[in-house]
C-alpha cells in the first residue's frame, strides 16, 4: 500500500469522528510507535454504518494488526467487513483480514461495520492499534516516557460553501445525484488512446469508467490488452489530481459471469462466490474507504448483465443455458451483488447504480415486473435498499435513447407497431422512456422514491446517412418501423460490436426527469468481443454474436450479428469501431 496523507472526517448531521489519545513505543514488529484512527458514521434512529480509517505512524507491522475501543453507549456490532470484528461487552477488536496482515509505516487499513444503538450514539473516546493508542502523530519524546500531557486532534471541518468545481459538497453527506453539480474524472489510459486516433482529441476529454473485469485490475496490470496499468488507487489518486468531482468504477467480476454470453465469461468459476468477496469486492471496499478520497464521490456501477439473466435466460427460455440456471439455483448473483451493495454501499461516499439490462432485452411485460423483483431481492440480500442509489440502462448497448417517429402507441395503417417484427410486441422502443418507466416500476416493489437512473449513450447516437430524419410513408407496418427508427441494428438482441452505430449524448448530469445522467460507462473504441477465438489469460471467450458471418440464434431471432469484422477480445483497443462511432455520433461531432 502506498503512502497516503490522511486528514480528519466531519460527517454531515449524524456523524462523528474523534482520534485517541496517548501513545507507547515499540517494541517489535507488531507494535506500533504511532497511530490515526479516522472513524466516520451514518446513523439512522435505531443504527449505524461505520467507516474506519487507522494509519501506522511507527515502525512497519508485519505479522498482523488489530484496532481496539470501547463503545459509550449500548452500541452493538451486527456485521463487518475488511477486518474480523469481535465484541465483548462495550469492547470492540478489528483484527486483519486474511489477505493483509502487514502495515507499513503510513500505510493505512480500512473497514467498516453495521451497529443498533437506542438512545444517543456517542463516538468512542480512544482507540488503540495493537495496544498503542492512537493520537495521530508518531512520538516527539523519549518513548521510554512518552509526553506528560497527549496531544489531541481536531477534526477538519468541510468547507459550508462547496467549490464552483472538481470536488462539491460535504464529504460526509451524501447527495441525491452524484453527477450534478461535479466534474466527472477523465481516465487517462482511456484518453491517451483517442487522442492518438485521427479526430480522438474531439471526445477525449469526456469522464468515461474504469472497468474492474478480475481481480488482477484492482493493482492494474502491464501484460494487458484489455485493462491498463493503473489500479484502483492510482485511478483514484488520478482523480484528486484532476480535481474532479466523481469518478465512475465497474463493478464486473461475478462467479460464473455473463452465463449467456460467452466474449466475457470472466476468471471466477460458478462456486467461486467466496472468492469473489474476499479477493474483489473487500479489496476494493478498503481502496474506496480510504480517507484521502473522502471528497471523491466514487459511483459503482455494480455487474452488468447479471441479474436479468436469471429471469430471461434460464430453462424455459429461448435463450436458455446450464451455467444460468446453475447461478440461480446456487443463489451467486443475488449473494454476490448483495455483498458488493452491502460492502460499498457503507462507505459514505460511494454511490451504487445496479445494471438493469435495457428495453430490447426486459422490455416485455413478463420480464419487466419479474426483473424489479430480482433487484429487489439482491437489494434486501444487502441488507438495505438504502445500499442502491440507483439502475443503469443500455450499459454497454445501443439501444437508441429516442425513437421519434416509432412509439408503441404508433400505429400504421390501422396496426400497431408493436406488431412489427422489430418491435415484436415489446412495450418499450427506446431507452428513456424504457429508464422512466422501470424506475417507477422498481419504487413501487420496495425502492426509495429518490432513486434515480442513468443511460449508458456511449455507443447509441446512430447519426450519419443513415439515420433517419422522418417518419417513413409507408402503409406497410415492417417497412415502416425499418425505414423510421433510429436504431438500426438488424436485430434489437445484437449487442457486439455493431456496425453502423455512433457517439450518443455525451454525459451530462440531469438530462430528463428521473434520470441522473448520461454517461459514457462502456469507454467508446474498447471492443464488445473478438470476431473470432483469441487465446487470453484474461477470461475472455469467444461468442458468435461477436462474429459478422454468425447467421444467429433464438435470442435475436436467427438473424445476423451485424457485428464489425477483425474485432480483438472485450475491453481491449478497436480502432476501426472508434473511428466509426465519431463518424456516426449523433448529435454529430
Not at 477534526?155 to 464552483?164: E, H, K, L, R, V
Request: aromatic share 8%.
Amino acid at each position: 500500500m502506498r503512502p497516503v496523507l490522511i486528514r480528519g472526517l466531519t460527517a454531515a448531521a449524524a456523524a462523528s469522528l474523534v482520534a485517541g489519545v496517548g501513545i507507547f513505543a515499540a517494541t517489535s514488529a507488531s507494535a506500533a510507535a504511532g497511530c490515526r484512527v479516522d472513524y466516520s458514521v451514518n446513523q439512522w434512529s435505531t443504527g449505524f454504518t461505520a467507516n474506519v480509517t487507522v494509519t501506522n505512524l511507527g515502525d512497519p507491522i508485519s505479522n498482523g494488526w488489530n484496532v481496539t475501543w470501547a463503545f459509550p453507549g449500548n452500541q452493538q456490532v451486527t456485521q463487518g467487513w475488511s477486518a474480523t470484528i469481535t465484541q465483548s461487552g462495550a469492547n470492540v477488536t478489528a483484527a486483519n483480514p486474511s489477505w493483509s496482515p502487514a502495515l507499513g509505516t503510513n500505510a493505512t487499513a480500512n473497514f467498516g461495520f453495521n451497529a443498533n444503538y437506542s438512545g444517543t450514539n456517542t463516538a468512542p473516546s480512544s482507540f488503540k492499534l495493537n495496544g498503542t493508542a492512537c493520537t495521530g502523530s508518531a512520538p516527539t519524546t523519549s518513548p521510554t516516557t512518552g509526553p506528560t500531557t497527549p496531544p489531541t486532534t481536531t477534526p477538519t471541518t468541510p468547507p459550508t460553501t462547496p467549490p464552483t468545481s472538481g470536488p462539491t459538497g460535504n464529504p460526509g453527506a451524501k447527495v441525491d445525484n452524484p453527477y450534478s453539480g461535479a466534474k466527472g474524472y477523465v481516465n487517462p489510459e482511456w484518453k491517451a488512446k483517442a487522442d492518438a486516433e485521427a479526430g480522438g482529441s474531439r471526445v477525449s476529454n469526456n469522464p468515461t469508467a474504469v472497468w474492474l473485469d478480475r481481480i488482477a485490475a484492482i493493482e492494474g496490470t502491464d501484460d494487458s490488452s484489455s485493462n491498463g496499468s493503473m489500479g484502483v488507487r492510482d485511478h483514484l489518486d488520478a482523480a484528486l489530481a484532476q480535481n474532479a468531482g466523481y469518478i465512475q468504477f465497474v463493478i464486473y467480476n461475478l462467479p460464473g459471469r455473463d452465463c449467456a454470453a460467452l466474449a466475457s465469461n470472466g476468471e471466477l468459476g460458478v462456486n467461486d462466490l467466496p472468492r469473489y468477496k474476499s479477493e474483489y469486492i473487500d479489496p476494493i471496499a478498503a481502496i474506496e474507504a480510504d480517507a484521502k478520497y473522502a471528497s471523491l464521490r466514487i459511483i459503482n456501477i455494480v455487474e452488468i448483465d447479471s441479474l436479468p439473466n436469471l429471469v430471461t435466460n434460464t430453462s424455459g427460455q429461448a435463450g436458455g443455458t446450464a451455467t444460468c440456471d446453475t447461478m440461480k439455483a446456487n443463489g451467486g448473483y443475488v449473494q454476490g451483488v448483495g455483498y458488493a451493495l452491502n460492502k460499498l454501499g457503507a462507505l459514505a461516499n460511494s454511490y451504487n447504480y445496479v445494471d438493469a439490462a435495457h428495453h430490447g432485452w426486459i422490455g416485455w411485460d413478463s420480464n419487466f415486473g419479474p426483473t424489479a423483483d430480482i433487484m429487489l431481492q439482491a437489494a434486501q440480500a444487502s441488507g438495505s435498499v438504502n445500499n442502491v442509489t440507483g439502475f443503469i440502462t443500455n450499459t454497454a448497448n445501443y439501444s437508441a435513447l429516442q425513437e421519434p417517429y416509432v412509439q408503441p402507441t404508433t400505429t400504421v395503417g390501422g396496426t400497431s407497431v408493436r406488431q412489427s417484427k422489430w418491435v415484436d410486441w415489446n412495450q418499450y422502443t427506446d431507452e428513456l422512456t424504457f429508464a422512466q418507466a422501470f424506475r417507477t416500476k422498481l419504487v413501487s416493489v420496495g425502492f426509495n422514491s429518490n432513486i434515480g437512473m442513468l443511460i449508458d449513450t456511449s455507443r447509441n447516437g446512430w447519426g450519419g446517412s443513415a439515420r433517419p430524419t422522418k417518419a417513413s410513408s409507408s402503409t406497410v407496418v415492417d417497412t415502416y418501423v425499418n425505414e423510421s427508427r433510429i436504431d438500426r441494428r438488424i436485430h434489437a438482441g445484437n449487442w457486439c460490436n455493431q456496425s453502423g452505430a455512433g457517439l450518443g449524448e455525451r454525459p451530462k448530469a440531469a438530462p430528463a426527469t428521473g434520470i441522473d445522467a448520461y454517461v459514457w460507462v462502456k469507454p467508446p473504441g474498447e471492443s464488445d468481443g473478438s470476431s473470432s477465438l483469441i487465446p487470453n489469460d484474461e477470461g475472455k471467450g469467444f461468442d458468435r454474436m461477436c462474429d459478422p458471418t454468425y447467421t444467429g440464434n433464438a435470442r435475436n431471432g436467427n438473424s445476423m450479428s451485424g457485428a464489425l469484422p477483425n474485432a480483438p477480445i472485450s475491453g481491449a483497443w478497436f480502432s476501426a469501431q472508434f473511428q466509426q462511432l465519431m463518424a456516426n455520433a449523433y448529435p454529430a461531432l
